[in-house]
């Protein structure tokens, strides 16, 4: 019987990979075909099949044994109403990369082979991607045994590459903008994980990210120097934090896991009081002795106080002031004041006495002044002082005591009185009665405040000149590397 191949047959370009633990990968091509007889009839033969021998030649035509590159000889092949499926495998590894142009050729029983011969296209080469001719992958399998490397315009600038080797394991991206195409990220795991970013311009490390086993670390520079300015370090006992000078010396230290003075350390004048509100200060005089008032002002006590930075120094003083043997009109003026002598101020002085007495016996005053001040950072000097007025007997100043406290900043307006307004230019001028004599007095009312102010802003203008000068310095160093 003479078998025809119908046209219509279809060749099926499924590619099965199933790569095995020794890395060959098995090929094959699913073939469907439609078989029938002299009259045009559908064949069915079920058991044991129609014999077919499919044959790979690489030639159109030629059937010489030289182009013979496949064959599976004649084999059985079930055939149910015309139709048959036939897997063609398994395929040598190297059939679809050494011979670009194949065809398939199929022979029924004794017939000649049907012509013409089927050209497999490219969907079965597909099985090619199974043995991948590159020198990056052994030919064993699937392992790397060199650096891969992309270099997506063909112009011999590499844009990234990956490097497996001993003690190297890591992946390099190039910045492809540079002249130089400098490594712009590498991320690596010889021990531990890292990501490293780079400078373009000269492939000095900026920010380093790495794990490891003890904890996570970030470190970022801000030199081409190779110094890291900034570092971030965390572990199970605690984390740090570390600011390093242009040399890489820490100057700043912030640990969770030290203890005291070790949690924070900072190198001299590292932080001003525009940055930390300095911390309040108090000093103190006071005696057991006594002074004897006289006409003028005496001074009853004296204190120094050194402050870190402009503030206030808010002042207290207190002593018990003895009248006895006394017929007229006596009194006590007690104040506080940066120099000794002059005459009591109004609005801060506190008097004591009577215009008339009942006896000569003695009398007992406690007296409570204060004061404020508002001083640029450095040592000062201040006077609990006292007179007496109209009076020619003996007064006594008993255990004159006095206190500064230094307060770094204000909350209110803070109200001060002078006798002339010294270039502030919100003050007031108010009227200050003296209590004896009745007589009137022009003195200003000030808010201290105006001073912490301008205080403030000469801070940061300095601040910023120095900032300035700093950056200049930085600028003229890289430029004489």
Known sequence: MRYFFHAAVLLIGVVLLVVTAAGQPPQYINYQGRLTDDAGEPITNTSPGAVITFTIWNHETESNPAYERWSTGAVYVPVEDGLFDFQLGPLPDNLFRDYPDLWLGIQVAADPEISPRTKLISAAYACHAGTVDDIYVDESGDEMTGSLQFDYHDDGNIEAEVSIGPGINEMNFYDTDSPQNNKAVRISAPQHGSIELFDNDDEHVKVLLRGHSTGGELALAGNDMGFANAYLYGSGTGGQLQLMDDIGTPTITLNASGGGDLSAVFFDEAINNMEIIDEPGISNNGSTGFVTLTNTMDDLQSLTIEIPASGYI????????????????????????????GTHTPGYFVMVGMYEYPNSNLFYYSVYVNRIYFKDAGTYDFILEGKKMFSTHTIYCFYPNLTATYYPTSYTPIRAFSSSPEGHPEAKAVTAVEPITGDEQTVYELDLRYYELKAKETKIKALEAELELRQAERQAARGNQ
């Open 314 to 341: 808010y002042l207290e003083g207190w002593c018990q002031v003895i009248i006895g043997d006394a017929t007229s009109e006596n009194y006590a003026y007690i104040q506080i004041d940066e120099t000794s002598g």
